[in-house]
């Protein structure tokens, strides 16, 4: 199977722009979705597919594929945008999921 | 509104077993693949399984093969995950989760439910 592999932790100051990435050879087949996950809750799906975003989701959140890297970026980021970010992916194994190991987000 | 309620997490021995089932309401099960997500304590989010609409295809990860099983009732409108033979390592929050659309992407998941595995 493959891997999706991100960094560990990310921080960024109120009101900046902060590009969050996941890197995997599957995404060269298969675009990235992105969860947002706070202390305590369940994952909330923030973004999927070629940049679409759920209903509810503000529009500083945007996502891009650069060959086998995709990339989550908030521009403005706000004190509310602080959680865990995982980036997920359907597998080799066409009907598996794989998922990062996660990107923790400060909001300084 | 969409709801995904887990139910059936606690303590197991290890070598024993648990069955989580996950009630759904808000929408028509049957138009959805579902799916497990399991996270341990301060880790990550590690899938488990999924199943087709009907019930008719099933992928688990190497992990849980051949011990665990996930099965659906759409006319009860609920997700199940038989957990036997259990590990320490299986300890974690159990998500149920709702397909997007007709993909296995998953987009709407339950508040979960934990299982820990301890003697």
Known sequence: S????????????LGQT?????????LSKYYATWYQQKPGQAPLLVLYGDNTRPSGIPDRFSGSTSGN???????????????????NSRDTSDHHLLFGG????TVL | EVQLVESGGG???????LRLSCAASGFTLNNYWMTWVRQ??????EWVANIKRDGSERYYVDSVKGRFTISRDNAKNSLYLQMNSLRVED???????????????VDFWGQGTLVTVSS
């Open chain 1, 2 to 13: 493959s891997e999706l592999t991100q960094d560990p932790a990310v921080s960024v100051a």
């Open chain 1, 18 to 26: 902060v590009r969050i990435t996941c890197q995997g050879d599957i």
């Open chain 1, 69 to 87: 890297t995709g990339s989550l970026t908030i521009i403005g980021a706000q004190a509310e945008d602080e959680a865990d970010y995982y980036c």
């Open chain 1, 102 to 105: 996660g990107t923790k987000l």
């Open chain 2, 11 to 17: 303590l197991a021995q290890p070598g024993g077993s």
């Open chain 2, 40 to 45: 341990a304590p301060g880790k990550g989010l």
């Open chain 2, 91 to 105: 300890t974690a929050v159990y998500y149920c989760a709702r397909g997007l659309g007709t993909t296995i992407t």
